[in-house]
């Protein structure tokens, strides 16, 4: 006979393998209509499961943290990105558009597989002056505990090991 904890495991079990299957198909991987923003036009206050860095004055969003300023141009700072993000795991580039220096990216979690969407934005400042614009959040729900916001905050520092930022 199965006990109520093995049964309650077992119906875990399931959830989390229905979970992983169902937020790892195919149709997860391409925009939904309204997600493919401008960081620019943002307008706050933004939803709890978001966090957005950009350089100052870039979007009216207050809550918006201030991204550092690098002495590189902006096609350079996205090379040093580039080089950066090609260590994440679970991370998908879905859309690009050059034209704007902006793409979209989905970065999934271990566990359940919930799909973070994050838009990057590369911000030219002067000829040897740039920034860039990180909009992450996500996708489903309304909390996310701080992964968004540590996420942007931690990508920030590494580029700024990597590129190096202006003083």
């Known amino acids: 006979m199965i006990t109520a904890a093995l049964a309650g495991l077992i119906a875990l079990g399931v959830i989390v393998v229905g979970l992983r299957l169902y937020m790892g198909r195919a149709a997860e991987n391409r925009l939904q209509p309204g997600e ?5 036009a943002l307008r706050g206050p933004l939803a709890a499961n978001a966090f ?3 350089p100052a004055g870039y979007s009216t969003v207050g809550e918006a943290a201030v991204s550092p300023v690098f002495a590189v141009s902006a096609d350079r700072l996205a090379e040093y990105w580039a080089q ?3 260590a994440e795991p679970r991370l998908v580039q879905i859309a690009v558009e050059p ?4 793409s979209v990216w989905i970065q999934r979690s271990a566990l359940f597989r919930f799909p973070d969407l994050v838009t990057v934005e590369f911000v030219a400042l002067a ?3 740039s920034s860039l614009a990180l909009y992450s959040r996500a996708r489903y729900g309304r909390s996310d505990f701080g992964v968004n916001r540590g996420r942007v905050l931690r990508w920030l520092s590494r580029l700024q090991q990597i590129a190096g930022a202006a003083g």
């Open 36 to 40: 493919d923003v401008a960081i620019a």
């Open 52 to 54: 957005l860095a950009c």
């Open 84 to 86: 950066m993000i090609a």
């Open 99 to 102: 034209d704007q220096r902006r």
């Open 127 to 129: 000829p040897e002056r």
